[in-house]
């Protein structure tokens, strides 16, 4: 099915993975570590956007609600309507904590922070 731009509204998991991340005003924030799937609704609980280390040494991984997540052709990246500050004071753990139990915790607290209509309610 295509989106208004004319593109499929299907998307392989590869070609998202390895995305940047950007803010609204064209910072490069991070880029797209993984995408949690929910098996059971058939959804995605969350992007995990990776940022702040140095080689991948001490780098963080914050959960993103897909919905946050807006590609921009022009850009070839992400583009989240966040700061790098905003995104550092989000939750954010390793990515073995990130899906832990599911990744439940995880999705409630990340769309919490970021103030996203609860997909599953």
């Known amino acids: 099915m ?9 998307i ?5 993975i390895g995305t940047p991340v950007k803010s609204t005003s064209g910072d490069k924030i991070g880029v797209v570590e993984d995408l949690v799937l929910d098996k059971l ?6 992007a ?3 940022f702040g280390g140095v080689l991948k040494m ?6 993103l ?3 946050v997540l807006d590609y921009d052709e022009d850009e070839d990246a992400y ?10 004071a989000a939750p954010s753990d390793t990515l073995e ?18 103030r996203v209509d609860q997909y599953w309610t």
Not at 2 to 10: N, V
Not at 41 to 46: A, G
Not at 79 to 88: A, C, D, I, M, S
Not at 97 to 114: M, P, W
């Open 79 to 88: 583009v989240v309507p966040y700061t790098e500050e905003e995104l550092k």
């Open 41 to 46: 609704s058939n959804s995605i609980l969350f």
């Open 48 to 50: 995990v956007v990776g």
């Open 97 to 114: 904590e990130l899906t832990r139990n599911d990744g439940i915790a995880y999705r409630d607290q990340s769309y919490a922070f970021y």
């Open 58 to 63: 001490g780098e963080k991984f914050h959960p």
């Open 2 to 10: 295509p989106t208004a731009s004319g593109h499929s509204t299907a």
């Open 65 to 67: 609600p897909w919905a």
């Open 12 to 16: 392989r998991a590869k070609k998202v």
